[in-house]
């Protein structure tokens, strides 16, 4: 099932993000309780328009593609690891 996902992600929804110089990424697919969780990345995860982008783009693609995900949650804001990253790279 990731691998459709992604499928549909590189088709019709990356295109759209890496224009503004984001992306996406899939955090975890829960087959059972069909649960698909996503981050946003690049400059898309501090966008003032991610919600709106989640909402119109991502989860309106992804339920018509995939009518059996029952919820998708997609994640903006930094990643725990690019705050490290910035982290370390403020303490010198």
Do not use: W
């Not at 995860?45 to 119109?56: G, L, V, Y």
């Amino acid at each position: 099932m990731i691998q459709e996902i992604e499928n549909v992600l590189d088709k019709h929804i990356r295109p759209t993000l890496q224009k503004d110089g984001g992306n996406i990424e899939i955090l975890y697919y829960n087959d059972e309780e069909k649960v698909l969780q996503m981050r946003l990345m690049g400059q898309c995860c501090t966008c003032p328009q991610a919600s709106h982008t989640s909402e119109n783009i991502i989860k309106t693609t992804l339920k018509a593609e995939f009518e059996e995900i029952k919820e998708i949650i997609v994640e903006t804001g930094l990643s725990e690891e690019m705050l490290q990253l910035a982290k370390q790279y403020l303490r010198g």
